[in-house]
Protein backbone atom coordinates (compact mmCIF):
# COMPACT_ATOMS: atom_id res chain seq x y z
CA UNK A 1 0.00 0.00 0.00
CA UNK A 2 1.73 3.09 -0.83
CA UNK A 3 1.71 5.98 1.16
CA UNK A 4 -0.22 8.63 0.94
CA UNK A 5 1.21 12.47 0.11
CA UNK A 6 -0.57 15.17 1.64
CA UNK A 7 -2.02 17.26 -0.62
CA UNK A 8 -4.48 19.66 1.34
CA UNK A 9 -3.17 22.37 3.38
CA UNK A 10 -5.52 20.59 6.59
CA UNK A 11 -3.56 17.57 6.20
CA UNK A 12 0.37 19.58 5.55
CA UNK A 13 -0.72 21.50 9.35
CA UNK A 14 -1.49 17.94 11.07
CA UNK A 15 1.44 16.21 9.98
CA UNK A 16 3.72 19.33 11.05
CA UNK A 17 1.53 19.21 13.93
CA UNK A 18 2.62 15.38 14.99
CA UNK A 19 6.58 16.30 14.07
CA UNK A 20 6.16 19.22 16.14
CA UNK A 21 5.26 16.69 19.15
CA UNK A 22 8.04 14.57 18.62
CA UNK A 23 10.17 17.10 18.43
CA UNK A 24 9.46 18.33 22.29
CA UNK A 25 9.11 14.88 23.43
CA UNK A 26 12.89 14.50 23.11
CA UNK A 27 14.11 17.85 23.98
CA UNK A 28 12.88 16.92 27.20
CA UNK A 29 13.90 13.30 27.19
CA UNK A 30 17.42 15.19 26.23
CA UNK A 31 16.60 17.67 28.74
CA UNK A 32 15.87 15.27 31.82
CA UNK A 33 19.05 13.27 31.13
CA UNK A 34 21.31 16.43 31.46
CA UNK A 35 19.14 17.49 34.71
CA UNK A 36 19.91 13.82 35.95
CA UNK A 37 23.53 13.86 34.95
CA UNK A 38 23.86 17.58 36.45
CA UNK A 39 22.56 16.46 39.51
CA UNK A 40 24.61 12.94 39.64
CA UNK A 41 27.48 15.38 39.19
CA UNK A 42 26.30 18.05 41.91
CA UNK A 43 25.90 15.32 44.29
CA UNK A 44 29.36 13.47 43.54
CA UNK A 45 30.73 17.14 44.00
CA UNK A 46 29.13 17.37 47.61
CA UNK A 47 30.08 13.95 48.18
CA UNK A 48 33.76 14.47 47.80
CA UNK A 49 33.78 18.04 48.85
CA UNK A 50 34.92 17.40 52.21
CA UNK A 51 38.30 15.67 50.72
CA UNK A 52 38.41 18.78 49.03
CA UNK A 53 41.13 21.62 50.73
CA UNK A 54 43.15 24.61 48.78
CA UNK A 55 46.69 25.60 49.34
CA UNK A 56 49.06 28.22 47.86
CA UNK A 57 49.84 25.50 45.74
CA UNK A 58 46.60 24.44 44.47
CA UNK A 59 44.12 21.98 45.23
CA UNK A 60 44.26 18.84 46.89
CA UNK A 61 41.70 15.66 47.38
CA UNK A 62 43.12 13.69 49.73
CA UNK A 63 40.88 10.31 49.50
CA UNK A 64 43.75 8.32 51.74
CA UNK A 65 41.01 7.89 54.27
CA UNK A 66 38.58 6.40 52.10
CA UNK A 67 38.97 2.24 52.73
CA UNK A 68 38.06 1.83 49.65
CA UNK A 69 37.14 3.15 46.18
CA UNK A 70 36.53 1.67 42.87
CA UNK A 71 38.70 2.74 39.56
CA UNK A 72 34.77 3.85 38.21
CA UNK A 73 35.09 6.45 41.41
CA UNK A 74 38.61 7.67 40.84
CA UNK A 75 37.75 7.94 37.36
CA UNK A 76 34.71 10.51 38.25
CA UNK A 77 36.95 12.44 40.97
CA UNK A 78 39.47 12.88 38.14
CA UNK A 79 37.10 14.49 36.07
CA UNK A 80 35.25 16.57 38.86
CA UNK A 81 38.53 17.76 40.14
CA UNK A 82 40.77 17.77 36.60
CA UNK A 83 43.38 20.01 38.15
CA UNK A 84 44.06 18.90 41.24
CA UNK A 85 46.40 16.84 43.36
CA UNK A 86 44.51 13.23 44.46
CA UNK A 87 45.71 11.59 47.02
CA UNK A 88 44.55 7.69 47.39
CA UNK A 89 45.73 4.55 48.83
CA UNK A 90 47.83 1.66 47.26
CA UNK A 91 46.66 -1.86 47.70
CA UNK A 92 50.13 -3.69 47.89
CA UNK A 93 48.12 -6.60 48.39
CA UNK A 94 46.56 -6.94 51.84
CA UNK A 95 48.80 -3.71 52.79
CA UNK A 96 47.25 -0.03 51.86
CA UNK A 97 49.76 2.48 51.87
CA UNK A 98 48.86 6.72 50.73
CA UNK A 99 50.33 7.20 47.65
CA UNK A 100 52.20 10.54 49.14
CA UNK A 101 54.11 7.86 51.60
CA UNK A 102 57.62 8.70 51.75
CA UNK A 103 58.99 5.88 54.29
CA UNK A 104 58.57 2.92 53.66
CA UNK A 105 58.79 -0.35 55.32
CA UNK A 106 57.75 -3.82 54.14
CA UNK A 107 58.23 -7.11 56.31
CA UNK A 108 57.65 -10.76 54.94
CA UNK A 109 54.72 -10.67 57.84
CA UNK A 110 52.66 -8.38 55.73
CA UNK A 111 52.13 -10.68 53.08
CA UNK A 112 53.85 -8.47 50.49
CA UNK A 113 56.03 -9.36 47.78
CA UNK A 114 59.06 -7.96 46.37
CA UNK A 115 57.29 -8.33 42.92
CA UNK A 116 54.08 -6.05 44.03
CA UNK A 117 56.53 -3.74 44.49
CA UNK A 118 58.00 -3.03 41.44
CA UNK A 119 54.95 -3.37 40.42
CA UNK A 120 53.20 -0.48 42.38
CA UNK A 121 56.57 2.12 41.52
CA UNK A 122 54.59 4.61 39.66
CA UNK A 123 51.95 4.57 42.08
CA UNK A 124 54.04 5.57 44.90
CA UNK A 125 56.36 8.43 43.48
CA UNK A 126 57.21 9.90 46.78
CA UNK A 127 59.21 7.10 48.37
CA UNK A 128 62.35 8.19 49.23
CA UNK A 129 63.39 5.70 51.74
CA UNK A 130 62.51 2.07 51.19
CA UNK A 131 63.43 -0.66 54.17
CA UNK A 132 63.24 -3.92 53.30
CA UNK A 133 65.95 -6.02 55.38
CA UNK A 134 62.72 -7.88 56.78
CA UNK A 135 61.76 -9.08 53.11
CA UNK A 136 62.85 -11.38 51.50
CA UNK A 137 64.60 -9.93 48.10
CA UNK A 138 66.58 -12.40 45.26
CA UNK A 139 69.14 -9.90 44.24
CA UNK A 140 67.74 -9.72 40.61
CA UNK A 141 64.64 -8.43 42.16
CA UNK A 142 66.95 -5.98 43.84
CA UNK A 143 68.46 -4.43 41.04
CA UNK A 144 64.32 -4.11 39.21
CA UNK A 145 63.83 -1.96 42.79
CA UNK A 146 66.39 -0.04 42.46
CA UNK A 147 65.16 0.92 38.86
CA UNK A 148 61.64 1.23 39.97
CA UNK A 149 62.21 3.75 42.68
CA UNK A 150 65.72 5.61 41.44
CA UNK A 151 65.41 8.08 43.95
CA UNK A 152 65.03 6.10 47.04
CA UNK A 153 67.53 4.96 49.39
CA UNK A 154 66.82 1.16 49.66
CA UNK A 155 68.12 -1.02 52.80
CA UNK A 156 68.05 -4.60 52.03
CA UNK A 157 69.29 -8.21 53.21
CA UNK A 158 71.55 -9.42 51.02
CA UNK A 159 70.24 -13.60 50.24
CA UNK A 160 73.92 -14.81 51.39
CA UNK A 161 75.08 -16.97 53.87
CA UNK A 162 71.75 -16.41 55.63
CA UNK A 163 71.16 -13.15 54.86
CA UNK A 164 74.07 -9.85 55.17
CA UNK A 165 73.84 -6.76 55.39
CA UNK A 166 75.62 -4.92 52.68
CA UNK A 167 77.09 -2.66 54.87
CA UNK A 168 78.66 -5.57 56.00
CA UNK A 169 83.08 -4.99 56.12
CA UNK A 170 84.33 -8.00 57.52
CA UNK A 171 83.53 -12.02 57.58
CA UNK A 172 84.22 -15.25 59.03
CA UNK A 173 83.86 -18.06 56.77
CA UNK A 174 83.38 -21.60 57.27
CA UNK A 175 84.92 -23.44 54.25
CA UNK A 176 85.64 -22.72 51.11
CA UNK A 177 82.44 -22.60 49.62
CA UNK A 178 81.05 -20.03 51.32
CA UNK A 179 84.16 -17.91 49.86
CA UNK A 180 82.95 -18.64 46.60
CA UNK A 181 78.93 -17.52 47.34
CA UNK A 182 80.54 -14.17 48.49
CA UNK A 183 82.78 -13.64 45.96
CA UNK A 184 79.35 -14.14 43.27
CA UNK A 185 77.65 -11.50 45.64
CA UNK A 186 80.94 -8.96 45.74
CA UNK A 187 78.48 -6.83 43.53
CA UNK A 188 75.59 -6.41 46.47
CA UNK A 189 78.58 -6.53 49.24
CA UNK A 190 80.39 -3.19 47.84
CA UNK A 191 81.83 -2.69 51.84
CA UNK A 192 83.47 -6.11 52.00
CA UNK A 193 86.83 -6.01 52.10
CA UNK A 194 88.34 -9.23 54.15
CA UNK A 195 86.80 -12.83 54.53
CA UNK A 196 89.00 -14.49 57.50
CA UNK A 197 88.91 -18.94 56.72
CA UNK A 198 91.21 -18.98 59.64
CA UNK A 199 90.92 -22.12 61.50
CA UNK A 200 89.09 -23.58 57.98
CA UNK A 201 90.47 -26.93 57.06
CA UNK A 202 91.04 -26.63 53.56
CA UNK A 203 92.35 -29.18 50.65
CA UNK A 204 95.10 -28.93 48.55
CA UNK A 205 92.87 -28.06 45.48
CA UNK A 206 91.41 -25.49 47.64
CA UNK A 207 94.64 -23.71 48.27
CA UNK A 208 95.80 -23.71 44.97
CA UNK A 209 92.17 -22.33 44.20
CA UNK A 210 92.40 -19.11 46.69
CA UNK A 211 96.11 -19.01 45.44
CA UNK A 212 94.91 -18.36 42.15
CA UNK A 213 91.47 -16.69 42.62
CA UNK A 214 91.99 -14.78 45.46
CA UNK A 215 93.38 -11.55 43.94
CA UNK A 216 90.19 -11.43 41.98
CA UNK A 217 87.65 -11.70 44.69
CA UNK A 218 87.45 -7.73 45.63
CA UNK A 219 88.26 -8.86 48.68
CA UNK A 220 91.45 -9.80 50.97
CA UNK A 221 91.47 -13.65 52.28
CA UNK A 222 93.03 -14.66 55.13
CA UNK A 223 93.04 -18.60 55.82
CA UNK A 224 96.22 -20.22 57.72
CA UNK A 225 97.30 -23.74 56.65
CA UNK A 226 99.10 -26.43 58.97
CA UNK A 227 102.39 -27.74 57.67
CA UNK A 228 104.39 -29.56 59.60
CA UNK A 229 102.69 -29.36 62.72
CA UNK A 230 102.95 -25.44 62.62
CA UNK A 231 100.18 -23.63 61.38
CA UNK A 232 101.20 -20.43 59.40
CA UNK A 233 99.16 -17.40 57.73
CA UNK A 234 98.34 -17.89 53.54
CA UNK A 235 100.36 -15.16 52.91
CA UNK A 236 103.30 -15.92 55.66
CA UNK A 237 106.51 -14.78 54.15
CA UNK A 238 109.16 -15.93 56.14
CA UNK A 239 109.25 -19.50 57.91
CA UNK A 240 111.48 -21.33 59.91
CA UNK A 241 111.62 -24.93 60.34
CA UNK A 242 113.54 -27.47 62.74
CA UNK A 243 112.98 -30.58 63.99
CA UNK A 244 114.69 -34.24 62.94
CA UNK A 245 110.89 -35.29 61.96
CA UNK A 246 111.04 -32.70 58.73
CA UNK A 247 111.63 -35.32 56.51
CA UNK A 248 110.78 -33.69 52.93
CA UNK A 249 110.09 -29.73 52.11
CA UNK A 250 107.04 -30.61 49.55
CA UNK A 251 104.53 -29.06 52.20
CA UNK A 252 106.32 -26.08 51.74
CA UNK A 253 104.50 -25.40 48.36
CA UNK A 254 100.93 -24.87 50.52
CA UNK A 255 102.90 -21.11 51.15
CA UNK A 256 102.65 -19.66 48.05
CA UNK A 257 104.51 -15.80 49.33
CA UNK A 258 107.85 -17.59 51.30
CA UNK A 259 110.10 -15.52 50.03
CA UNK A 260 112.29 -16.50 53.24
CA UNK A 261 113.70 -20.01 54.56
CA UNK A 262 115.46 -21.22 57.36
CA UNK A 263 115.65 -24.88 57.85
CA UNK A 264 117.20 -26.00 60.83
CA UNK A 265 118.56 -29.34 62.61
CA UNK A 266 115.70 -31.20 60.40
CA UNK A 267 116.01 -34.55 58.08
CA UNK A 268 116.15 -33.27 54.76
CA UNK A 269 118.66 -33.88 52.61
CA UNK A 270 116.95 -33.21 49.01
CA UNK A 271 116.87 -29.35 48.34
CA UNK A 272 115.62 -30.16 44.49
CA UNK A 273 112.04 -28.92 45.61
CA UNK A 274 113.11 -25.06 46.39
CA UNK A 275 113.88 -24.29 43.35
CA UNK A 276 109.84 -24.16 42.06
CA UNK A 277 109.43 -21.46 45.04
CA UNK A 278 110.03 -18.33 42.72
CA UNK A 279 109.11 -16.21 45.66
CA UNK A 280 111.80 -17.46 47.34
CA UNK A 281 114.71 -15.12 47.99
CA UNK A 282 116.95 -16.38 50.84
CA UNK A 283 117.75 -19.75 52.26
CA UNK A 284 119.57 -20.54 55.62
CA UNK A 285 120.74 -23.84 56.69
CA UNK A 286 121.87 -24.80 60.07
CA UNK A 287 122.78 -28.05 61.66
CA UNK A 288 121.93 -30.54 58.68
CA UNK A 289 123.48 -32.27 56.04
CA UNK A 290 122.44 -32.55 52.45
CA UNK A 291 123.34 -34.62 49.58
CA UNK A 292 124.61 -31.02 47.64
CA UNK A 293 123.28 -27.61 47.06
CA UNK A 294 124.19 -27.73 43.02
CA UNK A 295 120.68 -27.86 42.40
CA UNK A 296 120.24 -24.58 43.26
CA UNK A 297 122.31 -23.20 40.46
CA UNK A 298 119.25 -22.18 38.32
CA UNK A 299 117.65 -19.84 41.21
CA UNK A 300 118.76 -17.34 39.83
CA UNK A 301 116.08 -14.92 41.86
CA UNK A 302 118.25 -15.71 45.26
CA UNK A 303 119.24 -13.24 46.72
CA UNK A 304 121.22 -14.73 49.83
CA UNK A 305 121.98 -18.49 50.91
CA UNK A 306 123.96 -19.10 54.25
CA UNK A 307 125.10 -21.98 55.88
CA UNK A 308 125.92 -22.62 59.53
CA UNK A 309 127.38 -26.00 60.54
CA UNK A 310 126.47 -28.53 57.60
CA UNK A 311 128.59 -30.37 55.55
CA UNK A 312 128.34 -27.96 52.85
CA UNK A 313 132.02 -27.75 51.67
CA UNK A 314 133.88 -24.43 50.54
CA UNK A 315 134.46 -25.86 46.92
CA UNK A 316 130.18 -26.18 46.48
CA UNK A 317 129.74 -22.34 48.07
CA UNK A 318 132.12 -21.31 45.40
CA UNK A 319 131.01 -23.06 42.27
CA UNK A 320 126.92 -22.45 43.50
CA UNK A 321 128.74 -17.91 43.72
CA UNK A 322 129.96 -18.59 39.98
CA UNK A 323 126.31 -19.76 39.23
CA UNK A 324 124.93 -17.14 40.73
CA UNK A 325 126.72 -14.29 41.07
CA UNK A 326 124.09 -11.92 42.30
CA UNK A 327 124.02 -13.72 44.82
CA UNK A 328 125.21 -13.27 48.72
CA UNK A 329 126.49 -16.70 49.64
CA UNK A 330 127.99 -16.74 52.85
CA UNK A 331 129.17 -19.85 55.88
CA UNK A 332 128.39 -18.18 59.24
Known sequence: MENKVPVTEKEISVQNEKKGTAGKIIRWVVLGIVVLLAAAAVSASVQYARYVTTTEKGTVVDLTGVEEISESKMDLVRKLFPDALILYNVDLGGLSIPCNQTDLTITDAQGVSAQRLIEAASELPWVSSLNLTGLSVSCEEYEQLRQAYP????????????????????????????????????????????????????????????????????????????????????????????????????????????????????????????TSFTMLESITLKNMEVDGIGVLGNMYWLGSFFVDNTNVSRGELNELQRSLPECIIMEL
Open 151 to 274: YAKIQWTVPVLGGLSPDVTVLSANDMASVRELAAAKKWLPALTRVDLTGAVLTDDELRELSVDAPFYGFDVDWSITIYGQQFDYDTTSVRLSGAHITDLSQLSRLPALSELTLDGVSVTDLSPL
